[in-house]
């Protein structure tokens, strides 16, 4: 019997990273869908956040040490030949010296190499394990510390191309992975989930085309700029493997019909108006709709349920049987002709109507005219100040005899708040949110109104908090004080936020003078320099701001002590040399080759004094 397990690792709260707010929902979110619905073994399915519970008796919180146990585990020890494996991160993501790493709770940006997750060591794993299928599948957040220029995701999808592991990257390697409050989960994470329970991804060719379609439709629809998801599979012929077992996939129906109307209920869960296309259908009239003698069910037509048909089985369309007989289509053409005469001659009565009505419109005002001169002159003013050219009977601004404007329409008041958005700013989003408020609760635009306000409050939210992961926490405190209180969780979510960041930026104000003072107080190829500013640097402490760049100068700084030794051993100054490097701090890169270097030249100044 085959055995399907998964991998699940989302980490929110980093030791000395900013913290993400839905990765571990992320995470959480698959495991149960694979465990729950998809019929995934639970005691084989490792899920590994700040707080999951232990499996096999072991701690499944995701250090770098628990993540590479476990994981060699799962693969050695729990699976077997023709068992299915998923492997999911959400996480942030680095990219070092050409190699990508992913960034476990306890990743320091300061030793990359030493803390992170080497992408390449986690896919050998995986390849040596004996399963059938492997799916990789991450959603790699950019760090503050990424260097402009590095890209992450390029050497992981070269590595999946030759270790022939199929993989899917949440974003390209020039885009960004986004999460968004109006979601509770990351963009990547949420299209996954309604492309696997819409039944279209149960083979790799699916998953790709749906999530081709529905991510960037997704950032769209929440007014982010583009993400576009990266599938890697090769040989080519593996897009047509199946990566749900059967008992998930049995049919679309069998996974819509568990979460009953699926479609709908995710729509009301993700905020959105409608469900895009994924289950649009084409409403006929009902007098073609009872004249086609067809019991069976047709299809939506709709792009993104259009699959084409493949070798797995599970994606092929279901081919609709053929009319009974050939008197049906003759019934039906006939009905049809009969129904396109009587709907031309409906549609000319309805035309002639429309000249009688209007004739003053289309032919000019006539002699017969039934008002009187008086009343014909007494209306010429109006109509002019109301605009010239303007036709009696289209609305106008203007009542007519009172001078008085109408106000704007539920519709154009919608449309308005809507040219708010185009900047894309906390204030444009701000002022949306007002001009849509004043649609009245009577009105039928309303609940669509009150959906995008909340959208677009949350959109607020999101700005703020983005802002203050990039260190600017008063453009954040800026941000989220235009949230309006249509959610009042959320708005008073946002004046906690508010008080926090106040707090960070002191800090922030504080910890950037410290580090001024410390760079200032270098003198170039004075070791010793170098030393008493890593000492000052260290007293900003894990989680504070400036705490990611302060350790960036640390390790540069210990860099160049380490060069400052090994110029003085170059010149035969061995003593001056061992001193130096002895300053280099440990935790850093250079520590370990200072303290072979120091071995080296200690055993030098032996021979020196033995000679």
Known sequence: MKHHACIAIGINQYQLLQPLSYAQEDAEALHTFLTEEADFAPDGCLLMTDSSPSLWGQSTYPNRENILRLTQSLCAE??????LLWCFFSGYGVSYEGKDYLMP?????ADIQGTG??????????????????????DMNRSQIVKAGETIGTQTAELARALEIPTVLSCRPNQVSRETSALRQGFFTTALLEGLRSGQCTTLKGLDRFLSDRLPELCDHHLRPKQEPLMVVNPPGKAHLVILPDTAGVATAALAGRNGNMAVGAADEFDRPQMAAATARIELPPAVRNAIDAPVERQPIDRQNTVGPTTGGADDRPNLPPPEDADNGASDKSFLQQLILWSGATALLLLLG????NRSIFIGQQDGDPRSPAENAQNAGPQKSAGAGVPQNQPQAVQAGTGTKQPPSSQQVWAEAKTFLKDGSASSFNKAVVKARTIPASDPLYPQAQQDIERWSLTILDIANGRAARGNFQGAIGA???????????YNQSKQAIAQWDNLSKEQQVNTALLS??????????ASSYSKSIQQANKIQPGQPKYEEAQQLIGEWSETILKIAQLRGSQGKLKEAVEAASLVP????????????????????????KG
């Not at 997750?117 to 059938?132: G, Y």
Request: charged content about 15%; proline content about 6%; aromatic content about 4%.
């Open 480 to 490: 989220a004080k235009l949230m309006p209180d249509v959610n009042q969780a959320v």
């Open 354 to 357: 429309v000249f009688v009505t």
């Open 78 to 83: 729990h699976l077997q030949q023709g068992d």
């Open 517 to 526: 003072a410390a760079s200032s107080q270098i003198k170039r190829g004075a």
């Open 105 to 109: 709770v306890d990743g320091n940006p």
């Open 117 to 138: 997750i080497p992408v390449e060591l986690l896919l050998n794993t995986l390849k040596n394990a004996p399963t059938e299928t492997v799916l990789v599948l991450v």
């Open 586 to 609: 440990s935790g850093t890169q250079s520590y370990q080759p200072a303290q072979a270097a120091i071995a080296n030249w200690k055993t030098k100044l032996q021979r020196q004094k």
